[in-house]
């Protein structure tokens, strides 16, 4: 009897213990904390500066440039850029309209039907959708747009062409460069059809 006893306690005993069973708590991932090794860290925010531009990827997009897009019309870019531009638009014809101050040297919007229809950088501080710039060659542009993109002869420049970089999908905007008789190029643009194909801009 004593045996059968002490073997009925013992199970009691373990019986308890497996009734005490918890799972083990569930901390709650800290975002702050570096990831370890092997751990996929999670992707930063790209951050952004003023009128839209992307930190360290500039501001010029094939939709647009900063916090202008294409095709909007002449109130909400004024209103989505957000500082004064320099020009008018008294009708519907084409009009150019510039930023004011740092910027001013930086683009030209183009205005037709009283809407962004494209927009026009003569500068090599200002990095076009796809990496190229003013100052570059034409080897340089055609390693970086392999694919969509059409040589022409310039109109007007003797030697000179167009890099005309077609959209990936129907209907968006076009990528140009104007490349001088040297070789490199001298400005570019973006811009919906058939505006971004006025040589002469708005004259």
Not at 78 to 85: F, G, R, S
Not at 150 to 168: C, I, S, W
């Amino acid at each position: 009897m004593k045996q059968l006893g002490g073997v009925l306690a013992i199970g009691m005993v373990l019986s308890l213990a497996a009734c005490d069973r918890r799972p083990p708590a569930v901390v709650p991932a800290d975002e702050s904390r570096p990831a370890a090794a092997g751990e996929p860290a999670a992707p930063a925010p790209m951050p952004t500066t003023q009128n839209g531009a992307t930190a360290g990827g500039g501001p010029a997009r094939l939709d647009g440039y900063g916090a202008a897009t294409l095709g909007a019309s002449l109130d909400a870019l004024k209103t989505a850029w957000n500082e004064p531009l320099q020009g008018d638009v008294p009708d519907d014809y084409c009009h150019a309209l510039r930023p004011q101050g740092a910027q001013a040297e930086d683009v030209v919007f183009m205005i037709e039907g009283r809407k962004l229809v494209r927009y026009d950088v003569r500068n090599d501080r200002i990095v076009a959708p796809g990496g190229g710039k003013v100052g570059m060659t034409l080897g340089e542009l055609q390693a970086l747009y392999p694919e969509r993109a059409d040589l022409t002869p310039h109109k007007y420049e003797q030697n000179g062409h167009n890099l005309r970089v077609r959209p990936a999908a129907e209907g968006g905007a076009i990528l140009n460069f104007e490349i001088g008789g040297n070789g490199t190029v001298t400005a570019w643009r973006v811009g919906q059809t058939p505006q971004v194909d006025y040589v002469e801009g708005c004259s």
